[in-house]
């Protein structure tokens, strides 16, 4: 079964500093992996993705995130944290049979002033 | 482009109840799946409509049921409902990926259901 582990409930960081919030993950055959964010009250919304390619993807807002095959790791990234950043951050693999979404979860990043 | 639209953004049911939740997917888009997030958890998966079919479905009784019109807008019902329902329900849109594999889901706000 597909799965993916975000170890971390919460992540402060400092506004400026780079944040890094982590995901690994479990999947039979290719991974297709995604970030998504989740302000208050709100839906979620896209922040990047993993197909193929590069093992660095850049996203929206300046974010970006490393596949490592050998680490099973999607960690998400960004060289200087914003105030503005602080929400919630799923990590998710798509099953590549059902399509379904299977999410982490969860994160809350918590960037201080 | 309006994006993925759900309607009410919030419903109060009483157990025993039965409610419907509505979701206009993104322009362009055909497939639309539900789930369902329960406070401080990630969305689980509750099933995916394409062509006004059911296609997948996640491990929810048969409470929970759906529907696809053919302009892809889908509505969500649940019947008999339980304190433990309580949670936001999100609506993802997307195109059934005929081979195309790079396309991300877009979500909708949700709809908060408290039921009492």
């Known amino acids: 079964a597909q799965s993916v582990a975000q170890p971390e409930d919460q992540v402060n960081v400092a506004e400026g500093n780079p944040l890094t919030v982590k995901c690994t993950y479990s999947?039979?055959?290719?991974?297709?992996l995604f970030w998504y964010v989740q302000y208050p009250n709100r839906g979620l919304q896209f922040l990047l993705k993993?197909?193929?390619?590069?093992?660095l993807v850049k996203g929206s807002y300046g974010f970006e995130a490393e596949f490592n095959k050998s680490q099973t790791s999607f960690h998400l990234k960004k060289p200087s944290a914003l105030v503005s950043d602080s929400a919630l951050y799923f990590c998710a693999v798509r099953d590549s049979g059902t399509y379904k979404y299977i999410f982490g979860t969860g994160t809350r990043l918590k960037v201080l002033a | 482009d309006a994006g993925v639209t759900q309607s009410p953004t919030h419903l109060i049911k009483t157990r025993g109840q039965q409610v419907t939740l509505r979701c206009s997917p993104k322009?362009?888009?055909?497939?639309v799946s539900w789930y369902q997030q329960a406070l401080g958890q990630g969305p689980q998966f509750i099933f995916q409509y394409y062509e006004e079919e059911e296609r997948q479905r996640g491990n929810f009784p048969d409470r929970f049921s759906g529907h696809q019109f053919p302009n892809y807008s889908s509505e969500l019902n649940v019947n008999a409902l339980l304190l433990g329902d309580s949670a936001l329900y999100l609506c993802?849109?997307?195109?059934?990926?005929?081979?195309?594999?790079?396309?991300?889901?877009?979500f909708g706000q949700g709809t908060r259901l408290t039921v009492v």
């Open positions: 993993y197909i193929t390619g590069d093992n």
């Open positions: 322009s362009g888009h055909d497939t």
């Open positions: 993802a849109s997307s195109l059934f990926p005929a081979g195309d594999l790079n396309t991300e889901a877009f």
């Open positions: 999947v039979s055959g290719n991974p297709y």
